[in-house]
């Protein structure tokens, strides 16, 4: 595999999830990897279509091992923090267990869930999700960076 340092810009595509919209009942979620992006399709209590990134902003813990959809709100199973499915807004940070989740929640910083666009073909029903097909790739070389900067400058040159 070839490794860059470059800066890697957005490229947005539909992709398919491989879900069909009657596949899902009213709060029931399903975790996808879409181009090597973790994405969590569900439906909220109304039953309308939404999609969010698959792992809390707090410390990564994927949401698919156990959220719950409350309404249109989804509820982070480790320690409680709440986002509406809509923006991904926090309504919640870290609330339980008690004095536990709070402590936790203090060393990082509260961040919004992230949220994807997501549609339901017309005919068939296939859901599909709009993602950065380069964000795998953008994440990377970030991390690539990193490594060449602490072993030289990443245009091939010492300090």
Not at 96 to 125: D, H, M, Q, Y
Request: charged share 20%; glycine share 12%; net charge negative.
């Amino acid at each position: 595999a070839r490794y860059t340092t470059q800066v890697i810009l957005p490229a947005l595509q539909w992709i398919k999830t491989g879900l069909k919209e009657s596949d899902l009942a009213a709060t029931e979620l399903r975790a996808k990897n879409l181009s090597g992006v973790d994405v969590l399709v569900g439906k909220d209590g109304s039953g309308k279509l939404f999609c969010v990134g698959n792992l809390c902003p707090h410390i990564g813990t994927p949401m698919s091992e156990g959220a719950d959809v409350i309404g249109d709100v989804i509820v982070c199973p480790l320690h409680g923090s709440s986002f509406k499915v809509t923006t991904g807004e926090l309504i919640d940070w870290c609330v339980s267990p008690p004095i536990i989740g709070p402590l936790t929640g203090i060393v990082v910083e509260k961040k919004n869930l992230a949220v994807f666009e997501v549609r339901s073909s017309f005919f068939g029903g296939d859901i599909e999700v709009l993602v950065d097909t380069n964000a795998r790739k953008a994440y990377e070389a970030d991390y690539w960076k990193g490594v060449l900067d602490a072993q030289g400058k990443d245009d091939g040159t010492y300090y």
